[in-house]
């Protein structure tokens, strides 16, 4: 008998003997086969199914289409932050420099008046305007 | 802490009498450069105090939205040249020397806003 005849033969002896397997071998066999199953898919953090496991790495197209909109959020939360500091520190200052122009207009040359007046905004105009034309 | 009126003493109250109506309303900051205000007053000639006075009267007759188009166009102004300015504060007193008749006419003139109040 060659090596091959060998192999057949007891290839045939196991397969004829699987419809005969005791419960207990047949249970061992179910529970080894759970737990591989089960270190495949947690070892691709994917909870899916073992077929689309099997398609090609599914478990990384969902951590980016989660990861995704989080480091989005996360950019927008640190942006929101970074413009509220920027407003808090800005706001006085911009106040204290409103509060000089109050000051500074009354002490001015140019009357308060003439800021508001549509006459002098008229004079003005024309007045610009012939220079133009000149 | 923003300076109430009765925190002001009787010197600072005579200065900024034409604000006293308004000085609830004023915001700290601008309190406190009005206190400033008044410690230059006795450094100014009489006829700048007299220009003050006359000037925070107006500005206590100004609405908010007449304040805040005053300081936006101030710092229009300052934004300009030099030379700019100038020529904005001579055209000013041409047409200050106009008679009323004159100004109201060039008021009517303008399309949108409404004549200043008197």
Do not use: C
């Not at chain 1, 996360?74 to 929101?80: D, E, Q, R």
């Not at chain 2, 003493?9 to 034409?18: G, H, N, S, V, W």
């Not at chain 2, 309303?25 to 006829?47: A, D, L």
């Not at chain 2, 009267?57 to 102004?77: D, G, I, N």
């Amino acid at each position: 008998m060659s090596e091959q005849d060998f192999v057949r033969s007891v290839t045939r002896h196991l397969d004829a003997g699987l419809d005969d397997l005791p419960p207990s071998v047949l249970y061992r066999l179910r529970a080894a086969r759970d737990t591989a199953l089960a270190h495949t898919q947690e070892h691709q953090g994917f909870p899916g199914s073992a077929d689309e496991g099997a398609a090609g790495r599914p478990g990384s197209v969902v951590r980016r289409r989660v990861l995704a909109p989080v480091a989005v959020l996360l950019l927008v939360a640190i942006g929101m932050l970074f413009w509220q500091q920027q407003t808090r520190q800005v706001a006085p200052t911009q106040y204290a420099d409103f509060a000089d122009v109050d000051a500074e207009v009354l002490t001015d040359d140019l009357p308060v008046v003439a800021y508001l007046d549509p006459g002098f905004e008229i004079w003005l105009y024309h007045h610009s305007a012939a220079t133009a034309e000149d | 802490m923003a300076q109430t009126w009765s925190q002001l003493t009787p010197e600072q109250q005579r200065i900024l009498a034409p604000l006293k109506e308004d000085w609830p309303n004023i915001e700290p900051p601008r309190r406190k450069k009005w206190v400033e205000v008044t410690g230059r007053y006795p450094t100014m000639t009489r006829e700048q105090q007299e220009r003050l006075q006359t000037r925070m009267r107006q500005w206590s007759a100004l609405s908010p939205q007449e304040r805040a188009q005053v300081r936006e166009r101030y710092r229009m102004l300052q934004e300009m040249p030099p030379e700019r300015r100038d020529e904005i504060r001579r055209k000013w007193q041409e047409y200050d020397s106009l008679t009323e008749e004159e100004k109201d006419s060039l008021r009517q003139a303008h399309p949108r806003t409404p004549p200043p109040k008197p």
